[in-house]
T-cell receptor, first 111, second 109 residues
Framework: RKEVEQDPGPFNVPEGATVAFNCTYS??????FFWYRQDCRKEPKLLMS???SGNEDGRFTAQLNRASQYISLLIRDSKLSDSATYLC????????????FGTGTQLKVEL | NAGVTQTPKFRVLKTGQSMTLLCAQD?????MYWYRQDPGMGLRLIHY???????AKGEVPDGYNVSRLKKQNFLLGLESAAPSQTSVYFC????????FGPGTRLTVL
């Protein structure tokens, strides 16, 4: 079983739609979580951190449920420019501060 | 700030050839990483470094070597390239957040 699991998609949604991605992690020692965005043939870039209380950044909302070991990302009012692959990431401090990446969920926003 | 840079951007090798990928960062980060990304596999950690002069193995270290002689540079070497090493290689550095370089697309024939 992969340490971080995501539905690969693709999620095809019309512009203006709300879309949600889910992610589960298996290592209960994971301490921090992030969503990264990766455009085609480009490097991953940090989209947002995920906090236990939930956090919002404009149209993006991230939630963490430690009891269920579950992370989510909600995108409201989707834009064409949101089309990308979204990577769920778990982080364990110590031993090099390594990140464990999910394989990503592909989003395609269409007219 | 240039952030994280990688050279070269593209490379084609024949089986058995060697090469070195260079990663440089100008953010004074202690931690640096090398990943490979393959379709359906996600990003997998090859080697990492927690400071100048130190290196450690990641998830998929076989066939690769690394060196961190200077804090700002992290080199990834392939001594004898194999077709299975065809991939996109990303370098990253971190304080708390990991920042990635633009990647090197390597094809081994």
């Amino acid at each position: 079983r992969k340490e971080v699991e995501q539905d690969p998609g693709p999620f095809n949604v019309p512009e203006g739609a709300t879309v949600a991605f889910n992610c589960t992690y298996s290592n209960s020692a994971s301490q921090s979580f992030f969503w990264y965005r990766q455009d085609c043939r480009k490097e991953p870039k940090l989209l947002m951190s995920v906090y236990s209380s939930g956090n919002e950044d404009g149209r993006f909302t991230a939630q963490l449920n430690r009891a269920s070991q579950y992370i989510s990302l909600l995108i409201r009012d989707s834009k064409l420019s949101d089309s990308a692959t979204y990577l769920c990431v778990a982080y364990i401090t110590g031993g090099g501060n390594k990140l464990t990446f999910g394989t990503g969920t592909q989003l395609k926003v269409e007219l | 700030n240039a952030g994280v840079t990688q050279t070269p951007k593209f490379r084609v090798l024949k089986t058995g050839q060697s090469m070195t990928l260079l990663c440089a960062q100008d953010m004074n980060h202690e931690y640096m990483y090398w990943y490979r990304q393959d379709p359906g596999m996600g990003l997998r950690l090859i080697h990492y470094s927690v400071g100048e002069g130190t290196t450690a193995k990641g998830e998929v270290p076989d066939g690769y070597n690394v060196s961190r002689l200077k804090k700002q540079n992290f080199l990834l070497g392939l001594e004898s390239a194999a077709p299975s090493q065809t991939s996109v290689y990303f370098c990253a550095s971190s304080g708390h957040t990991q920042y990635f370089g633009p990647g090197t697309r390597l094809t081994v024939l």
